[in-house]
């Protein structure tokens, strides 16, 4: 038995078992979901967080467009824009990303 534990270990080891699944992606941006996350599926550049509980996302050549719920605040609906140009891996997220717009707002 300890055998087969320490044989699965291993395998989960070699293959960096993350259990993490790509829903959508667009170059270096993706949104992914790791199984047990409070903060569901969300947006990355390169590893680096831009918006977290997507519901919804689209883009085009130059933005990326955003359906979030905002679990702090009663789960409100917000909609963020990134412009991809003005996007870097050494930025934080506010510093890029446009809203949060309610929908009045947004549209």
Known sequence: MKKILIFILLIC???NCDFTYTYWSDG???VTN???APDGYILYNSNHGR????LEIGSTGNFIVAKSE???SNNKIEY???DK???DKYLNADE???GPYTIDEFI
């Open 96 to 98: 890029i990303m446009m």
């Open 28 to 30: 270096n941006y993706e």
């Open 13 to 15: 080891f070699l293959t």
């Open 51 to 54: 918006v977290s509980n997507i």
């Open 34 to 36: 790791t199984a047990g």
């Open 70 to 72: 905002n679990k702090y």
């Open 85 to 87: 140009s003005k996007d």
């Open 80 to 82: 963020w824009v990134l």
